[in-house]
């Protein structure tokens, strides 16, 4: 069983910048691939960025390539989400959540996923 708890949400102007961050519990947090998926009101829950078990693959949906940086501390039992350059377009509840397999076919698809947080709100105004 894995908890998953999410930080760093927040309201900033169009440009700036944010952290996200998702805290795990469990010993065998570097074993799993780490997802970020965001949901907008009225909108699917969709793929922003994936960083697998070994933190030497990382994936991004093409809204945010360029853009956003995924990155995991294994010591820390944490994974990061550096936004920068953010759009109003960003707008939404950012979840963190765990996959205990890596697989590149399923890694951007919300169903791979077993186990998320709570979600944390990020609204970027114009």
């Known amino acids: 069983q894995v908890q998953l708890v999410e930080s760093g949400g927040g309201l900033v102007q169009a440009g700036g910048s944010l952290r996200l961050s998702c805290e795990a519990s469990g010993r065998t947090f570097s074993s799993y691939t780490m997802g970020w998926f965001r949901q907008a009101p009225g909108k699917e829950r969709d793929f922003v960025a994936a960083i697998s078990w070994s933190g030497g693959w990382t994936y991004y949906a093409d809204s945010v390539k360029g853009r956003f940086a995924i990155s995991r501390d294994d010591a820390k039992n944490t994974v990061d989400l550096q936004m920068n350059s953010l759009k109003p377009e960003d707008t939404a509840v950012y979840y963190c959540?765990?996959?205990?397999?890596?697989?590149?076919?399923?890694?951007?698809?919300?169903?791979?996923?077993?186990?998320w947080g709570q979600g944390t709100q990020v609204t970027v105004s114009s």
């Open positions: 959540a765990a996959d205990p397999t890596y697989n590149v076919v399923r890694i951007r698809k919300a169903v791979a996923y077993d186990y």
